[in-house]
């Protein structure tokens, strides 16, 4: 592992013990992890979301492995959310929202919240948390039975309520996180299914879809896999499916590729496009996604001409960017790596850390004044925690996997 300066090091710890002490604000005592304001408050008038109590779950977990904070309390509560709230105890599998009580508001399954309910479970597991053991094995079966596509060898994407009828969509993003929770998986249980089927996603995503786009990686497809790209051209700004390709997946992806590639083993698939698409994506990233309106920070998306569509710069972009940077610089030693890493980390500072209330702002605009045309408020400390803590453990396939090697 490459090894940064001391004192960034010094800085990235005391932003990570920040993000946690602010994320404590989203407790409810009456159950669950609330959507957080700009002043890092609940806001009364958002659902409870079930990837917001994964999230909570894996932020407070790692914290916890790594010796940040004590947080078995915050762990189980959002646990109990889980199982209490959001898990549907007669069709099987966890809602999209509820309404504090229980009760669904939106009564979709979704793979993408699932993704991150496997990841939360595996935190937990790992933690030796009560009822973690149950919840992994409810989500495993429940992702198997019903989201893994061994036809196509991806992750669906959503079904009714009590899985008689599938949606027709298939999206890029459900299966970026389905491989970012299958590493956790298989970092913690040793099982080589979540690994293989990490490394089948990631071929047909990347070394099929992103190649044959130029590295401009198509999001949305019908369900049989054709790219649908002028999907959600009258909604560009949607926050979980927007219009053209998005930047901060070119980079998470990336990343994603470079974390898989440490745990293949040698006599198994073949590994020799990994390393070159991780850095092709960077670089259609790097330069139409950096300032490509002509001021400082990351445009959410760009068109298939690359030219910038939806032109707010997103904290969470600017996690990917620094975690991926890091990711590369430390898997070949380039330089020109670290030279972005540092200068990416200096735009954070400056401009999307929140000096005043804590956390990082979530969407800013070209003027880097905060905005809200896609995220209110700040909902959860997922990317920006991610980001302060990742350039501190050494580089494997999941932040539990290396939080795991720091701790011993």
Not at 4 to 27: C, I, M, N, P, Y
Not at 177 to 195: M, N, P, Q, S, W
Not at 329 to 344: A, F, I, N, P, Q
């Amino acid at each position: 592992m490459n090894e940064l300066d001391a004192t960034h090091k010094e800085f990235l710890l005391r932003e990570a013990q920040s993000l946690l002490d602010f994320a404590r604000g989203s407790v409810i005592e009456s159950g669950g992890f609330g959507y957080l304001d700009s002043e890092g408050k609940v806001d009364p008038s958002k659902p409870l979301e079930s990837y917001v109590q994964a999230r909570m779950i894996q932020v407070f977990g790692v914290g916890h492995k790594l010796g940040l904070a004590s947080s078995e309390k915050l762990i189980e509560h959002g646990l109990n959310s889980l199982t209490g709230y959001f898990q549907d105890k007669e069709n099987g599998g966890f809602y999209k929202s509820t309404d504090g009580k229980g009760m669904p508001l939106n009564q979709r399954k979704n793979a993408y919240d699932h993704m991150f309910v496997l990841l939360a479970a595996t935190t937990a597991m790992d933690l030796g948390m009560k009822g973690a053991d149950q919840l992994f094995s409810h989500v495993d079966s429940i992702i198997d039975q019903y989201f893994w596509d061994s036809q196509f060898k991806m992750m669906s994407n959503e079904w009714n309520q009590d899985f008689s009828e599938q949606d027709t969509y298939r999206g890029i993003n459900a299966n970026m996180h389905a491989v970012e929770a299958l590493l956790a998986a298989f970092d913690v249980t040793g099982k080589t299914i979540f690994r293989e089927r990490a490394f089948e996603i990631s071929k047909r995503a990347i070394n099929q879809f992103a190649r044959e786009y130029e590295w401009m990686l198509p999001e949305h497809f019908d369900s049989e896999w054709n790219v649908l790209q002028e999907f959600n051209s009258e909604n560009k700004a949607d926050p979980f499916r927007p219009y053209g390709v998005t930047i901060g997946h070119l980079f998470e992806w990336s990343r994603l590729i470079l974390q898989l590639e440490k745990v293949m083993q040698s006599t198994e698939s073949d590994r020799s496009w990994m390393l070159d698409s991780a850095k092709s994506l960077y670089e259609i990233a790097r330069k139409f996604g950096w300032a490509a309106d002509g001021s400082p920070g990351f445009v959410y998306t760009i068109d298939w001409q690359k030219k910038p569509v939806v032109k707010s710069r997103m904290q969470w972009v600017a996690g990917e960017a620094v975690m991926t940077a890091f990711a590369l610089w430390d898997v070949t030693g380039e330089k020109d790596y670290l030279d972005d890493y540092y200068s990416w980390w200096s735009y954070i500072q400056e401009n999307v850390i929140d000096k005043e209330f804590g956390s990082w702002h979530h969407e800013l605009d070209a003027a880097q004044k905060v905005t809200s045309g896609t995220w209110s408020g700040k909902p959860d400390v997922y990317h920006a925690f991610s980001a302060s803590i990742f350039p501190i453990l050494p580089l494997g396939a999941s932040l539990i996997g290396s939080a795991k090697k720091l701790s011993r």
